[in-house]
């Protein structure tokens, strides 16, 4: 367990990594590599417009107020310009939520998307649902909603676990698209076996980058790559240090 | 020239101070030196208290926007649902809404429990029947993968899983399939599981560094 001067240390350096980071990216225009899951999302958006059939967006059991409240934000920008560009479907987007406490996250970001689309349509645009993310709760609902909604496709982050099974079962079944954003292994793993498509990872923060280049959120993914840089450095010399020190 | 809203420039300054503001206040201790000591006088403490404990209220207030939202999307779906599924099922979620809210309320007036009665006989079997159908999803899942084509990647996924089902259930404690089962849980497919989750935490963290600098400032108005 780190004492309290080594964390406050590492708090500050991890501050300036970043803003140095920030300072470097500025001034970098970089190509990214292709994600199959983020390149599907422009897809389903078009087929729910052609379809008027609804797309459903689950930012998962992100909570506000302990350590995921970063996902939670995360999971709304990875949505928000699949929202802006569903403005003017007469079948807006469902987006549910696992807690109470993203409610009006969900709904800030719909309201958000709606109004800087400038062809939006004049549909409610804020069908924002809580299931909360207790036991089957939550995968019982997904995998209803698949017929009982007509849904023209499933992006589902969250944490995930093996209870997802159920929806993307559904899903199949109904022949639906699926994208999975799971942040625990065990979600990672059943979304690689049951969903048409993957986010592995920290590729959940990088979604609004890519789907829309003006994005200040591109330059996140960026810095995100040069401190992931950095710590792979610091373990591969921690680890060199390690084994001289025994050799 | 790029605009910026002035809605936005303050929601992002609001976000920011207060979020430095809570960072300084549960970082900076005593043994800072003469900055702890500072902070230790000035109001800043008191300050990351009063925003803790508003957070913590307003968190609290949220279940009960989740209720009303929970009724309400339902009460709309029984009315303009898109299929007869949905309406019926919408209308099983409002009427179990209603009659555990009177159950409650009788239980409270009388001093029984017929609440866990409830949830023994209805929600318990529920959960229990979808655990045993997800044993039999997530076996067509491993099907599934191969089904797709098969990539060396794929090949490997369901390798692993049949080696380390395999091990758990015919060999022994010493045998050697069985430490080959644990080497390949406790080496490689850790350190993949750690990988991922050092990777979700490493960008959390710096989504949050950002939030503090005002950098990603896409909330609000």
């Given at each position: 367990m780190l004492d309290s001067t080594t964390l406050q240390a590492l708090t500050i350096l991890l501050l300036l990594i970043v803003i140095v980071a920030n300072a470097v990216v500025r001034r970098t225009t970089r190509a990214q590599r292709p994600i199959s899951a983020i390149e599907a999302l422009p897809r389903l958006v078009s087929r729910s417009i052609e379809t008027n059939r609804p797309l459903h967006m689950a930012m998962g059991g992100f909570d506000l107020g302990d350590q995921e409240t970063l996902l939670a934000l995360a999971a709304a920008d990875a949505f928000y310009e699949s929202a802006r560009r569903l403005s003017l479907s007469d079948a807006p987007p469902i987006v549910t939520v696992g807690s109470s406490s993203t409610l009006q996250i969900a709904r800030d970001m719909l309201r958000r998307a709606h109004r800087s689309s400038?062809?939006?349509?004049?549909?409610?645009?804020?069908?924002v649902r809580w299931y909360p993310d207790t036991g089957f709760t939550m995968a019982s609902a997904f995998s209803v909603m698949e017929y009982d909604d007509q849904l023209v496709g499933q992006v589902l982050a969250g944490r995930?676990?093996?209870?997802?099974a159920l929806p993307l079962w559904g899903a199949e079944l109904h022949n639906t698209p699926t994208v999975v954003a799971a942040t625990r292994p065990s979600g990672q793993a059943v979304g690689y076996a049951l969903a048409d498509h993957v986010l592995i990872g920290e590729e959940l923060f990088a979604v609004p980058g890519y789907m829309d280049?003006?994005?200040?959120?591109?330059q996140r993914t960026l810095v995100v790559d040069i401190v992931r840089l950095l710590l792979v450095l610091l373990l591969i010399a921690g680890f060199s240090v390690n084994v001289l020190r025994q050799g | 020239m790029n605009r910026v809203r002035l809605s936005v420039v303050l929601t992002t300054a609001l976000v920011a101070g207060v979020g430095l503001i809570t960072l300084v206040g549960l970082l900076v201790s005593e043994s800072f030196g003469t900055l702890g000591a500072l902070i230790s006088a000035s109001p800043i403490r008191a300050l990351t208290d009063v925003l803790l404990r508003l957070a913590a209220a307003v968190l609290a207030l949220t279940v009960l926007l989740g209720a009303i939202n929970l009724l309400g999307v339902n009460v709309n779906r029984v009315l303009r649902g898109r299929t007869f599924s949905a309406r019926l099922g919408s209308t099983v979620l409002v009427g179990s809404f209603l009659t555990v809210i009177l159950v409650r309320i009788i239980d409270g007036i009388n001093q029984s429990s017929n609440t866990n009665v409830i949830l023994e006989r209805v929600q318990v079997p529920i959960g229990a029947a979808l655990n045993s159908l997800l044993f039999f999803v997530l076996v067509w899942g491993a099907m599934r993968i191969l089904r797709r084509g098969l990539t060396w990647g794929r090949l490997l996924f369901v390798l692993t899983v049949l080696v380390t089902l395999a091990s758990l259930v015919l060999s022994t404690t010493d045998s050697a399939s069985r430490q080959f089962s644990e080497w390949l849980l406790s080496v490689p497919v850790s350190a993949g599981a750690s990988g991922v989750l050092l990777g979700v935490a490493l960008a959390t963290l710096v989504a949050g560094a950002r939030v503090l600098i005002g950098q990603d400032r896409q909330y609000g108005e």
């Open positions: 400038p062809t939006a349509s004049q549909a409610r645009p804020y069908n995930g676990g093996p209870e997802l280049e003006q994005s200040p959120l591109r | -």
